[in-house]
């Protein structure tokens, strides 16, 4: 169903106000592209989003949901429908259990860099591996993202979710099934809330953890132009993506204004005005050339959304 006046009128009243309509998605990723949503909303309360859900399910409206936009790329066309911003859900809790075990609650908007820094300031450890992943903490669930050997899942305890009605549905460890970068949700769910697994940890243990983590992104990952992380999975452990790339020769390589990075050749940068027809074109010539020369077929880890299909 395509979004009328009538349906921003509501969903305007119904966020009251939180909202902005034809927005370049650009503003919103760390790519810095994408072309236009209908409308972005952003609740600020779980009860909020939950309305929202539920309406947008009745009239049938397209909706996508976006955490911080590190691991996205929206295409030029942009998003017909709605997009749902998760970033001013916020909560952080942790909660000893006895003296060596605790539980770090988040609320999907709370910003993961904020989640692991609490963790290990409080002298809890379980995260530390993965400090340097951007976004939210709903983005690094719903993405099982993951660094240093250990991913998101492996630490959860459990899930609060709502159903594509708002519905609120919880799911314990057991009912959880992941693997490399992903997270298998319920149909359209949206993570609200988590809760992870910590144990206590030595503070010298965990700072050289930290510093360990720090030292495999140092100067090996380009900071300084807009990206989404790493383009594609890694086929294996033993055979990453970046060192496929690279030996096939495509650091630097340019089409309009997205160039595989010189320093890591699973990043793609923006230098300044790419779109994401550059940067899909880029994809695909690295994509062909693969199987080309490898037999590989690469498989992408940025989520493409928008355009004709998400
Ligand atoms: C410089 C850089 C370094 C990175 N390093 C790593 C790394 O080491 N390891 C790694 O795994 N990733 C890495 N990433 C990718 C990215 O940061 C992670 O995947 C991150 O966890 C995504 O969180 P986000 O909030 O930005 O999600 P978004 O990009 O906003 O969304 C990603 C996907 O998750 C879905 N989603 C988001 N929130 C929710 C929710 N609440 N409920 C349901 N679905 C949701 C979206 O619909 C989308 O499909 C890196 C990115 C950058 C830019």
């Known amino acids: 169903m395509k979004l009328t006046p009538r349906h921003i009128d509501e969903i305007r009243k119904l966020l009251q106000g939180r909202v ?3 927005v370049p998605l650009s503003r919103f990723t760390s790519f810095r592209i994408g072309g236009p949503a209908d409308l972005v909303a952003e609740p600020d309360r779980v ?5 929202l859900l539920r309406y947008l399910h009745e009239e049938k409206i397209p909706r996508i ?3 911080s936009g590190t691991n996205v790329l929206f295409r030029d066309e942009g998003v017909r429908g709605v997009v749902v911003r998760t970033g001013s859900l916020t909560g952080l809790d942790v909660h000893a259990n006895g003296s060596d075990d605790a539980a770090v609650r988040a609320a999907a ?3 993961f860099p904020v989640v692991i820094s609490k963790a290990c300031k409080e002298g809890w450890s379980g995260l530390e591996e993965l400090w340097g992943i951007p976004g939210s903490f709903g983005g690094a669930v719903a993405t099982n993202a993951g660094a240093g050997g250990i991913s998101v899942a492996d630490r959860l305890i459990s899930l609060k979710l709502l159903t ?3 519905e609120e549905l919880v799911l314990g460890r057991d009912d959880l099934e ?3 970068r992903s997270l298998r949700l319920p149909a359209d769910a949206v993570v609200v809330e988590g809760i992870a697994r910590l144990r206590r940890g030595d503070r010298d243990a965990i700072e050289s953890a930290l510093e360990a983590a720090r030292a495999r992104r140092r100067g090996r990952q380009p900071s300084d132009r807009p990206s989404a992380g790493c383009v594609f999975k890694n086929p294996s452990p033993e055979n990453p993506a970046g060192a496929i790339i690279d030996r096939l ?3 630097g390589m340019t089409v309009g204004g997205a160039q595989v990075s010189p320093l890591h050749a699973n990043f793609i940068v923006n230098l300044g005005n790419a779109r994401a027809r550059d940067v899909l074109e880029l994809i695909e010539t690295v994509r062909r050339t693969v199987k080309e020369k490898e037999n590989i077929d690469l498989e992408l880890e940025i989520r493409v959304m928008g355009g004709g299909r998400s």
Do not use: H, N, V
């Open 164 to 166: 594509d009605r708002g």
């Open 178 to 180: 992941y693997g490399y």
């Open 65 to 67: 949901i976006l955490g």
């Open 249 to 251: 020769g495509f650091k």
């Open 109 to 111: 908007g709370q910003p």
């Open 47 to 51: 009860e909020t989003l939950a309305e």
């Open 20 to 22: 902005l309509t034809d």
